[in-house]
């Protein structure tokens, strides 16, 4: 099989299998996931089986990265929501129509992307 790394891709890759903290040594931060995709790009074969198990450690890392962001994300549209609301409520307290919740969350969305 043709392999898809150049030499000086293949040596790091070994450089990784053997110290995971490798890339800190040149400066950068070693991440979780470099070392699996290493041990997998050295493999003469890679099976269907392999491809599955190594998308699915990236996947879960991925979502584990990001988990803060979507949290985060969660708290702003659950705090856009109740006040969308608060303002709803208080619009038909004082007889006027805003419109729908939809679009009050919409123009909250809108303003806090302009911010």
Partial sequence: MH???TPNEQYVCGLLIADPLYCSDEGHDPQEYMQPI???L???VITDTDKVRL???LIR???GDIKPAVIAEDER???LLAEAFEEL???YRMGMSLGSVDDLVATHRA?????
Avoid at 111 to 115: D, E, G, H, V
């Fill in 3 to 5: 392999h898809i790394l």
């Fill in 38 to 40: 290493a041990e997998f």
């Fill in 42 to 44: 050295k493999r003469d």
């Fill in 55 to 57: 998308a699915d450690q």
């Fill in 61 to 63: 890392q991925f979502l």
């Fill in 77 to 79: 549209d659950r705090a």
């Fill in 89 to 91: 409520d208080t619009s």
């Fill in 111 to 115: 303003m806090r992307s302009a911010a």
